[in-house]
């Protein structure tokens, strides 16, 4: 069974930074796609960014530029920095595990609270 542990998250001032974790185990990890997911308040979930397992990213258009996934297959840990800040990135973020038989995982979340 695969297990997905986040953790980073928190309060930040408008233009900080934070850089979530995902500490992955019971699968594998370095052949599987990872990726990071938000759900805002009163939204549904949307996609942040993925990585392949040969390190290909693919990001949401409106976070280009201010976010970076990154994963380290040694550490079995997926990683998002999170740059200039803004509250309307105020969310849960979520670590998902895609794996190969195209089954979903999903860690419990991690808020991220950014203030103005």
């Known amino acids: 069974q695969v297990q997905l542990v986040e953790s980073g998250g928190g309060l930040v001032q408008a233009g900080g930074s934070l850089k979530l974790s995902c500490a992955a185990s019971g699968g594998f990890f370095s052949i599987t796609t990872m990726g990071w997911y938000r759900q805002l308040p009163g939204k549904q979930r949307e996609l942040v960014a993925h990585i392949s397992s040969g390190g290909i990213t693919n990001y949401a258009d409106s976070l280009k530029g201010r976010f970076t996934i990154s994963r380290d297959n040694a550490k079995n840990t997926v990683y998002l920095q999170m740059n200039s800040l803004k509250p309307e990135d105020t969310a849960v973020y979520y670590c998902?595990?895609?794996?190969?038989?195209?089954?979903?995982?999903w860690g419990q979340g991690t808020q991220v609270t950014v203030s103005s």
């Open positions: 998902n595990y895609h794996s190969i038989h195209g089954i979903n995982y």
